[in-house]
């Protein structure tokens, strides 16, 4: 197979993994002899804090795998194309697509070839010859894999801008459904726990990310979110992804002939929920049990966890537009942190008494209707907001 085809391979192989825009300042010295801007950097096809698309060559470094975790187009028992990459061509080819300017950074990720060290060892190399070889100083997003040595996740923030272990399933019970092989603490936080020593050290300036598979264990909502909680405050992690599970039989010709896995397609409305509730965590300073109707649930099909959260708490609402404090108006359905900042503005001006002022600067009336006072007035009512309904998971089976 020649490199073009590897690249068709495991370019198309590494569509699981998600990483995403980035802006950071690695400050790692630049100079005539060296090549690459680290300020921008993201995902393939993604958006820079400051509106740019950026692109990612997004690529495996082998899509052979000694593993046979079941929710995965890799595993081992799967029979279809394999491929590896060595170090010395993947750093060629990334090279050279960077410098004709088809890129601007690269994501590596990798099944796990002989052993986890084995591979990541490879998956450094790479980093090692874009670096010292090429003086490449742009952006690197090294994925570690489960299991790998202390010593390796050390090398491989020497030369990443971000590292990150999939972790896949929120506890090591939902673990054990979908990859028996591997051991939650062992092979997947103690990863995490390394990283986040380089991270304290000062490395790595865009952080440690993961990745859930939503879905293919049967988790619930309420289990992504407290795990994702956890790692955001024990763990320093920067950011979670939600993947929908697909099963590979949907992606690949190859699974036509493999054992299936019993798992069926998450919804992607179902990653969009968890999406708007790690964002009202993270930056809304909301409670997790705030976002979840019940305990031990899944989040609303049909309302947003903003929303919720408001229905939650309805004793705090009706709040006043013109004297409400701005954290206050972020608990708003409708309003954002711009609307909510423009209305702080205008009111220090005049008092807001009309709805379509309100649509002007920004929020959406609808949905701020029943949760506002306008100049002492009610605009709506809680009690009109239809209850929601539960999240249905789709059925799940084990094998
Ligand atoms: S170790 Fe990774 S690549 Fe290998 S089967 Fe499991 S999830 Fe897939």
Redesign the pocket.
Known sequence: MDTEQKLAVLGAAAKYDICASTSIKSGRPTGRDTIGSHAPAGICHSYTPDGRCVSLLKV?MT?S?????Q??????S?DFERSSFEPEELARLFIELYRRNYLEGIFLS???QKSADHTMGKMIQTAEILRHRFKYRGYIHLKA??HTSPHLIERGAQLADRMSV?L?SPTPDRLKLI?S??NFMLDLIAPIDAIQKQVQKGLLKAGQTTQFVVGAAGETDLELLKTTNWLYQKKGLKRAYFSAYIPPDLTTRASKSANQPPYHRAPLWREHRLYQADWLMRFYEFRLEDLVLQQDSNLSLDLDPKMVAALKNREQFPVEINTAPYKTLLRIPGVGPTAAKRIWRVRREHRLTDLNELKNIGVVVKRAKPFILLNGRKQGEISSIVPTKQLELFPFVVS
């Open positions: 495996l899509n795998c000694r593993n046979d975790c929710y995965c187009v890799n595993r081992v799967n990798s099944a796990v894999l489960p999939n896949e990859a092989e591997k």
